[in-house]
Antibody, heavy 118, light 108 residues
Framework: EVQLVESGGGLIQPGGSLRLSCAASGFTVSNNFMSWVRQAPGKGLEWVSVIYGGGETYYADSVRGRFTISRDNSKNTLYLQMNSLRAEDTAVYYC????????????WGQGTLVTVSS | EIVVTQSPATLSLSPGERATLSCRASQSVSSYLVWYQQKPGQAPRLLIYDASKRATGIPARFSGSGSGTDFTLTISSLEPEDFAVYYCQQRQFWPPITFGQGTRLEIK
């Protein structure tokens, strides 16, 4: 059974930094594409970033230059380093697994809430 | 970037009724269209991929159709647990991965 467990969310002031983690079991992060998707309160889904099996990374325009996706193969864990946070980054952040390099999100974590507020 | 538009924004139906949700892409995405279901307080769940293929464990009352720019998710007879928000997503041209804004299916 695939499990993705996010952690690291919380309350952070504008301009601050936060690192989210997504620990995977039953699914090998290094061999698969992994994405971060966020959902602002009461809003729809917004894709944030993807890391390919080969390590290539892509970002939404709204976060490029501020967020960095990475992984630790030894820990089978995905990360999202978020810098220069803004109020509009407030959202539940989900990690999602994309097997076989297909752009569909088969597996989802439960999400972690990031609140950017002073 | 492909824009994906869902309609209606909200659909009010009763259990046992048939639900028809629409999704339109700004240009052809062939059959590379995905549907997700999200219940309150939960993560989205994969329902349908490649326009018409049910994901593992999805009941047969859920079906998808369409190709090119116009797609439909049909729930043949609504069960109480089907009332949720449904999102479509194109996977033909990415990144970025783009979602529709969602259709809220509520109990009438």
């Amino acid at each position: 059974e695939v499990q993705l467990v996010e952690s690291g969310g919380g309350l952070i002031q504008p301009g601050g930094s936060l690192r989210l983690s997504c620990a995977a079991s039953g699914f090998t992060v290094s061999n698969n594409f992994m994405s971060w998707v966020r959902q602002a309160p009461g809003k729809g889904l917004e894709w944030v970033s993807v890391i390919y099996g080969g390590g290539e990374t892509y970002y939404a325009d709204s976060v490029r230059g501020r967020f960095t996706i990475s992984r630790d193969n030894s820990k089978n864990t995905l990360y999202l380093q978020m810098n220069s946070l803004r109020a509009e980054d407030t959202a539940v952040y989900y990690c999602a697994g994309m097997p076989w390099g297909l752009a569909r999100l088969d597996y989802w974590g439960q999400g972690t809430l990031v609140t950017v507020s002073s | 970037e492909i824009v994906v538009t869902q309609s209606p924004a909200t659909l009010s139906l009763s259990p046992g009724e048939r639900a028809t949700l629409s999704c339109r892409a700004s240009q052809s995405v062939s059959s590379y269209l995905v549907w997700y279901q999200q219940k309150p307080g939960q993560a989205p769940r994969l329902l349908i991929y490649d326009a018409s293929k049910r994901a593992t464990g999805i009941p047969a009352r859920f079906s998808g159709s369409g190709s090119g720019t116009d797609f439909t998710l049909t729930i043949s007879s609504l069960e109480p647990e089907d009332f949720a928000v449904y999102y479509c997503q194109q996977r033909q041209f990415w990144p970025p991965i783009t979602f529709g804004q969602g259709t809220r299916l509520e109990i009438k």
